[in-house]
């Protein structure tokens, strides 16, 4: 079945800095790669996401890549700010389910 | 106006104990899952219903159970909880079922059994 690495498990950064969190998955088969944000408490909410037949989307301060040779997709956060702090999930699209990586806790200081 | 709401928010019991999680949508989703997240906060599909009818099963013990009375509600009942159970629970919808929409996750239950 699917398998989804993901890394760093944590990461601390200065307000203003950019994070990059990057994800590898093992189905060449998968076509569907969301990110889910977790704040403390509460359940995972995407954020963005990106299909297959594309290599790269952005919304605002938040962009995705992805790499289908090497099975690589990757978060970029810019301009970060306190409130990004988060554990951050990404997903690739097994046979009818989502198959997360093990987070990322992402810290933002002021 | 929850998307998609839980109960109980925490949950504390003996071993051995049976209970019942509830969960609701009111976004007219057709998919509702149940996901376990653990101590590390992994997070892992326990099951997948499209329109009250079961389509994932994960390898999951037979003391959990889901029922899907309607399209908007999946409940998940635990027999005999055992310390291992201890985890949070998601419940979340999607408008379609694949895995390829939007998933709307609740706000977790916590589950810890002593």
């Known amino acids: 079945g699917e398998n989804v690495e993901q890394h760093p498990s944590t990461l601390s950064v200065q307000e203003g800095d950019s994070a990059v969190i990057k994800c590898t998955y093992s189905d060449s088969a998968s076509n569907y790669f969301p990110w889910y944000k977790q704040e403390l408490g509460k359940g995972p909410q995407l954020i963005i996401d990106i299909r297959s037949n594309v290599g790269e989307k952005k919304d605002q301060r938040i962009a995705v890549t992805l790499n289908k040779t090497a099975k690589h997709f990757s978060l970029h956060i810019t301009e970060t700010q306190p409130e990004d702090s988060a554990v951050y999930f990404c997903a690739s699209l097994g046979f009818q389910k989502l198959v997360f990586g093990t987070g990322t806790r992402l810290l933002v200081s002021p | 106006d929850t998307a998609v709401s839980q109960t109980p928010k925490y949950l504390v019991t003996q071993m051995g104990n049976d209970k019942s999680i509830k969960c609701e949508q009111n976004l007219g989703h057709d998919t509702m899952y149940w996901y376990k997240q653990d101590s590390k906060k992994f997070l892992k599909i326990m099951f997948s219903?499209?329109?009250?009818?079961?389509?994932i099963n994960e390898t999951v013990p037979n003391r959990f159970s889901p029922k899907s009375p309607d399209k908007a509600h999946l409940n998940l009942h635990i027999n005999s909880l055992e310390l291992g159970d201890s985890a949070v629970y998601f419940c979340a919808s999607s408008h379609t079922s694949g895995g390829a929409d939007t998933q709307y996750f609740g706000p977790g239950t916590r589950l810890t059994v002593l």
């Open positions: 219903y499209n329109n009250k009818e079961l389509i």
